[in-house]
């Protein structure tokens, strides 16, 4: 682990409008990042109730018959899922809580969290918006189809990404994350 990160692992949130490209954007800088040594886990925010399980499985027979929590697990994985207590409801899990099962992790990228007080960059495409809605200095760049004139309420000096300059975004994600580093080709 780097040394630098003191075990402490750091948070950097890909934000935007539903349907904007994160889950897309996020798959394409993972390789990018672990391929620079960085042992990344993710994040993701459902505004709705998910499902885990599908019908037919074991462990959703057992939640079927009434289990709160279930664990899957082989030699190389596993899964938990517990359902939130009552009382837990209506105070939403933060990623710090969620962070400590990736006790490994360097980085943990958010999906969502646009709103957060995290680190991010927010997509904008075209055919979903033109607004930026991610506000305050906590938004470090946007990544978008659109002419940098063309985005809505563009902070003044938030530098502009297209959708497919994926390594140059890695790049920025890493200097912002590492400033002092002088090579953000191998972080480790």
Not at 47 to 57: A, E, K, M, S
Not at 113 to 129: C, H, M, Q, T
Not at 169 to 174: G, S, T
């Amino acid at each position: 682990m780097n040394k630098r990160l003191e075990k402490k692992s750091l948070f950097y949130a890909v934000s935007g409008v539903k349907n904007s490209g994160k889950t897309t954007l996020i798959t394409k800088l993972l390789p990018i990042l672990t391929g620079r040594g960085l042992k990344v886990a993710t994040i993701k925010h459902d505004g709705h109730d998910f499902q885990t399980d599908v019908p037919g499985t074991d462990t959703f027979a057992h939640f079927q018959a009434g289990a709160y929590g279930t664990v899957v697990f082989s030699e190389h994985k596993f899964m938990v899922v517990k359902k939130q207590p009552e009382e837990a409801r209506a105070e939403q899990m933060t990623p710090e809580q969620l962070a400590s099962w990736f006790p490994e992790a360097d980085l943990i990228l958010l999906e969502g969290f646009k709103d957060s007080g995290y680190p991010k960059v927010e997509l904008i495409r075209g055919a979903n918006s033109s607004d930026c809605v991610c506000r305050g200095r906590n938004l470090r760049a946007v990544v978008t189809d659109l002419a940098p004139g063309a985005v809505k309420g563009l902070p003044e000096g938030v530098p502009v990404f297209g959708l497919e300059d994926v390594e140059s975004i890695a790049e920025f994600i890493l200097k912002d994350l590492f400033p002092l580093s002088g090579n953000t080709k191998e972080i480790i």
